[in-house]
Nanobody
Framework: QVPLVESGGGSVQAGGSLRLSCAAS????????MAWFRQAPGKEREGVAV???????RYVDSVAGRFTISKDNTQNTLYLQMNSLKPADTAIYYC??????????????????WGQGTQVTVSS
């Protein structure tokens, strides 16, 4: 079983919304801290949002107030609701899982599992 599988990417105009989903295995979903990262062409992978096993959430400043990370415990699924999208949000988005929550949660090296990525394109 593939640990993490993303879906929901696509193309949207600036100001629009998209919701990304990440289906996780039961063990990872219940035991791991889960996050969304993104990587734009020519740029490093960037942490976007994280949610720990107790439901505490953090966001990178550039998306705070526009993006919401959440979990559906009945579906073992992680979500990223993205509103007021900007062209700067264009990237491949990845979900990831780490065995615990870290203060430096935006560091990709903490994460053991990664999804395959889903493209988000925002046009002006």
């Amino acid at each position: 079983q593939v640990p993490l599988v993303e879906s929901g990417g696509g193309s949207v105009q600036a100001g629009g919304s998209l919701r990304l989903s990440c289906a996780a295995s039961g063990y990872i979903y219940s035991s791991y801290c889960m996050a969304w990262f993104r990587q734009a062409p020519g740029k490093e992978r960037e942490g976007v949002a994280v949610i720990d096993t107790l439901g505490s959430r953090r966001y990178v400043d550039s998306v705070a107030g526009r993006f919401t990370i959440s979990k559906d415990n009945t579906q073992n699924t992680l979500y990223l609701q993205m509103n007021s999208l900007k062209p700067a949000d264009t990237a491949i988005y990845y979900c990831a899982a780490a065995p615990q929550s870290y203060l430096t949660w935006t560091d990709p090296s903490w994460y053991n599992y990664w999804g395959q990525g889903t493209q988000v394109t925002v046009s002006s």
